[in-house]
């Protein structure tokens, strides 16, 4: 279908060359686009051992700077306080719409390198900048819009400044779409007098259809064409896609779209990982999300979780309730003993900067991975999870509330065969013991769980062996008075391998 009388396509022709050119590559191998051959991808071992990588929501939404970063949904719904707000501060919808606060994104101070300078410093091993949100603005170069960063606002190519940043720091880049969303996320201006209801501007505002209704060939084209540009592109490994893409309608268009992707990152030679949410792709053919979520146990597959340093919004808004460093290392040592990745929004302000606020967080989720990275990087999960009294909630959207941890909160992780010498234990304590006495009841000898001794027995950050005691009901390690760090402590253990049976060439 050749599209872009109304601003949805590249112009009439373009998109059905376009469209062969994608099913061309999807076909070609090694993977094609059906799910018996995409449930064949592997998860790449960069990300396996990476464990850690930040989200970034900024765009227009972050003018505003209020409610959310779906302001500019909710300021079109009747009835929403984003609503009245609008009206209030900015005046008539009719007037002053969404696309009105585009020049007002300026991003005059927007640095990539201090950017990738922060994320770096927080330990993070790739960065995910939202290149589309639902409010249909593209924070990228494009053919297929005119509303884009490199056309209006800030009048860059933010998504290509920060990819070259990140790349130079050593992490790698990924890039986000939430377009999905947009067949239906500004609806609510059709329901009264505002802009979204102006033709002029049906190209930004549009398709504004009911969210009840399937999405129509033309625009599920435009969004297999928008997403194939931004991997051609910027070459993005980490591909991240919010929900909505589960309804049925997008069904073939994700298989050409994974079958793209899957054959142009082996013609670069580069592990790539497609994410997705709420049962979109089949098992084993992308690596499932779980938004500010936890798992129950060990996942056979690696996953995601993806959260914020802030609970009320993923872009940056006044009042902003912030996590503390406990919390989000937590959050990142639950994640990783049950075979997880986490990926940690912070939210730009509008101007570019980050807020001291979230740095200082990063900064202190950093300097934890400093000294106890060895127990996350490159680590896999031991025989359980973890042990202790504090019962976290599986599913999504289980983090509205801190939760008290314990001493006797344990998460485990393992390393193989470190420098041939054996497996290395890994077991965090969420929080410190009052007595100075860490005592960890799964490496216990009634415990089951550990076949043979244990040795070296150390705590991280602290030089030497550690004192430590294995009796039936623990493994009991003292712990220094001055221990260094804030946020819980990390004891490891190296577990021999076997000694090799005796052989002999016969009866003696």
Partial sequence: MASGADGLGGGVGRDDAELERVRAVASAG?????????????????YADAKFGIFIHWGVYSVPAFGNEWYARNMYVQGRPEHEHHRTVHGPHSEFGYKDFVERFDAARFDPDEWAAVFRRA??????????????????????????????????DVLGELGTAVRRAGMVLGASSHRAEHW????????????????????????????ET???????????????????????QVLWFDWWIEQPAFEPYLRLLAAY???????????????????????????????????????????????????????????HRYKSVAELVTELVDVVSKNGVLLLNVGPKADGTIDPAEVELLAGVGDWLTLNGEAVYGTRPWVVAGEGPTRLPSGSFVDAEAREWTSAD???????????????????????????????????RDAGLVEGELEDVRVLGVPGPATARRTGEALEVDLPADLPGSVGVVVTALLPPPAPARRTDGLM
């Fill in 184 to 211: 239906w996320f500004m609806n609510g201006g059709t329901a009264f007098d505002s802009d979204v209801r102006d033709p002029a501007f049906a190209d930004f505002y549009g398709p504004a259809m009911r969210q």
């Fill in 123 to 156: 330990g993070a091993q790739f960065v995910v900048p939202v290149a589309e949100h639902h409010d249909g603005f593209a924070m990228y170069d494009t053919d297929r819009s005119r509303w884009k960063s490199t056309a209006m606002g800030p009048h860059r």
């Fill in 410 to 444: 344990v998460r485990f992780t393992t390393r193989e065969n470190v420098d041939e010498s054996g497996t290395r234990l890994y077991a965090t304590l969420l929080d410190r013991p009052r007595d100075g006495v860490a005592r960890i009841r799964s490496w216990g």
């Fill in 214 to 236: 399937a999405p129509n060939e033309e625009f599920l084209e435009d969004w297999l064409l928008r997403t194939v540009e931004v991997v051609d592109r910027y070459r993005p």
């Fill in 261 to 319: 992707y899957y054959n142009e990152a082996a013609r670069w030679g580069r592990g790539v990982v497609l994410n997705h949410k709420w049962g979109a792709f089949p098992e084993g053919s992308a690596v499932l999300d779980v938004e500010r979520g936890a798992v129950p146990g060990i996942q056979p597959r690696v996953w995601q979780n993806d959260t914020s340093v802030g609970r009320t919004s993923w872009s940056w808004v006044e009042d």
């Fill in 30 to 46: 090694p993977f094609r686009p059906e799910w018996s051959s995409l449930r064949g991808c592997e998860v790449p071992r960069w």
